[in-house]
């Protein structure tokens, strides 16, 4: 038998079984943060399973140092999680540690990226050997990480999807595949769903549609939005539409192939076609399951139906996998083929370097020849050597460690837990997903399926991660809870995690009985 990372012994473990809960530390002044957590019955924490790492100690800048350089020099745009952020020092495979040696489980992945797990041996060992070797050169030369990595990527496609483009990052991405589809068809209206986020670039904000991302300042031209075929917020949906092993609760008189749901978000599809752009347009961008807006399912068939109406009228269809691909989804390594569909254009980033930024477009010889033959495209970064030495490990990672298989048997095993709290809370409207990516919608109650209020779902949120687990948040209103662990979790630690949101709903429940006393 091979034996994989996950498969390794844990119980020489140099660490607790459960995050520390410390004393108030005068240096680093982390102790309040556990003040939540202080006052959870000991009894009802769930223990966390045993890790064989043991993380460095942490030397450097004092905590309130790092909230001041923050303040003066970073980003004023709030976008860190928790009343006092998280300061982390090292991560190893799906364990986190913060600067006091407490360990986390992550099942956020840094927003969905960290795909074989954080500083991987073999993926480590690749890149500090590039490292030595050769940093960058720009595509003006070549060098073989690029011309291996490409052919190692194509292999992965179906044809006619062989050209790569190598770029930074997923707006980047985006905007090259946006570029390419309006140079290719000569045409400039591009639709998205509503709720869709496909990057914050200035170029990319016209895909994106999320209120608030959207700048006062048009940048959007061409760009329409359409009906989200949500399942579960939408008008239609029912207990048969979703490509997951967990269906809303809404019941569904359809036939099981002849799903009416389907039938009725493509009528709204044919009504954008029909008033909002011109007779004909430049493409239609789709995640194959929405990451940003709470890993969000559309209709069995619905993109089948909506790629053929696009190309009728001369666009091309853009599958943004950027969250779902590389094996994620588990069924199949991209998303668009659990769907049905073959797109011209795919967009990856995230997952691709498991952290380290690299992204690329891939088309058809036909698109790449029309992207060419009307402008010149560069970029600096761009498939370095680096960046393509990683990606290849990436790649070998996956295949070698059997991690799609992993996030088919792992994920469908949590997808099926997580819905058993479903059943167990009111809040928990719907647990949707496919693989190792999953959401889990906070609702005041199943009956209005309107969002818990945001401090409510915030205070959860905290908990869990007092619990020592980290996960993420998506919707439009924050909503829901995004689960999206390191490909190579086991079963172990998706029971801790479905306990950790049990002991955390407990808590909340708690809280509401005695602000009714
Ligand atoms: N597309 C999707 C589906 C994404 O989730 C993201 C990032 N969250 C992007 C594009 C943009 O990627 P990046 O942040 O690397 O620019």
């Known amino acids: 038998m091979t034996l994989y990372w996950r498969h390794l012994p844990r119980t020489w473990c140099l660490n607790t079984s459960a995050p520390r809960i410390t004393k108030a530390c005068p240096a680093l002044n982390l102790g309040a943060s556990w003040a939540s957590i202080a006052k959870l019955d000991l009894h009802t924490k769930p223990e966390m399973p045993p890790c064989d790492f043991s993380p460095e100690r942490y030397q450097s ?14 980003s004023p745009v709030g976008t860190a999680y928790f009343r006092k952020p998280l300061l982390l020092h090292q991560g190893h495979m799906e364990w986190l540690f913060d600067v006091e040696g407490n360990r986390y489980l992550d099942f956020f992945s840094g927003i969905v990226t960290v795909s074989v797990g954080h500083c991987h041996p073999k993926v480590t060992a690749v890149a500090q050997a590039q490292l030595s070797r050769l940093w960058h050169t720009s595509s003006v030369f070549f060098h073989t990480p690029m011309h291996e990595y490409a052919e190692k990527l194509s292999a992965l496609l ?27 068809t000569q045409n400039t209206d591009i639709i998205t769903f509503r709720g869709a986020y496909h990057g914050c670039s200035p170029y990319t904000l016209g895909l994106t549609n999320v209120g608030k991302f959207k700048t006062k300042l048009s940048s959007t031209l061409g760009c329409q939005s359409t009906m989200c075929p949500d399942v579960f917020h939408g008008p239609w949906g029912g207990s048969r539409c979703r490509d997951s092993p967990v269906q809303t609760t809404r019941k ?22 029909n008033t909002s752009v011109a007779k004909s347009i430049a493409g239609f961008f789709a995640e194959p399951i929405q990451g940003g807006n709470g890993v969000v399912q559309y209709p069995k068939g619905f993109l089948k139906e909506a790629f053929q109406l696009v ?14 691909g590389f094996g994620r989804l588990g069924s199949h390594f991209w998303g668009f083929q659990a769907q049905g569909v073959l797109p011209d254009i795919v967009t990856m980033a995230k997952g691709i370097g498991n952290g380290f930024p690299m992204a690329a477009v891939v ?11 009307s402008l010149l495209h560069f970029n600096t970064f761009g498939g370095s ?19 799609q298989e992993n996030s088919n048997e ?22 949707r997903g496919k693989g190792l990516m999953i959401g889990m919608e906070m609702v005041q109650d199943k009956m209005s399926r309107q969002p818990l209020p945001i401090e409510e779902v915030n205070q959860i949120h905290e908990d869990c991660k007092n619990l020592g687990l980290l996960v993420g948040r998506g919707g439009l209103f924050s909503q829901t809870f995004r689960i999206a662990p390191p490909m190579c979790i086991a079963k172990a630690e998706a029971d801790f995690a479905v306990e950790v949101f049990r002991c955390a709903f407990n808590q909340h429940m708690e809280r509401r009985a005695k602000s009714h006393c």
Request: contains cysteine; hydrophobic residues 40%; aromatic residues 6%.
């Open 61 to 74: 800048l004092a905590y309130n140092r790092v909230l001041e350089i923050h303040k003066q020099h970073l």
């Open 158 to 184: 179906p044809e006619p999807l062989k050209v790569i483009f190598l770029v930074n990052s997923g707006s980047e991405a985006n905007d090259l595949a946006m570029l390419m589809a309006r140079a290719h």
């Open 252 to 273: 569904c008189s359809c036939a099981p192939d002849c799903c009416e749901a389907k039938d009725q978000y493509i009528e709204q599809f044919k009504d954008t076609l």
């Open 311 to 324: 190309r009728e009228k001369g666009g091309v269809c853009i599958a943004d996998e950027v969250q779902t």
């Open 363 to 373: 088309t058809t010889p036909e698109i790449a020849r029309s992207l060419a033959e």
């Open 385 to 403: 050597p680096l960046a393509c030495a990683i990606g290849s490990a990436v790649l070998e990672v996956i295949q070698e460690e059997k991690l």
């Open 410 to 431: 792992v994920g469908t095993y949590a997808l099926q837990k997580f819905a058993q709290l479903r059943d167990e809370f009111d809040i928990v409207g719907d647990v």
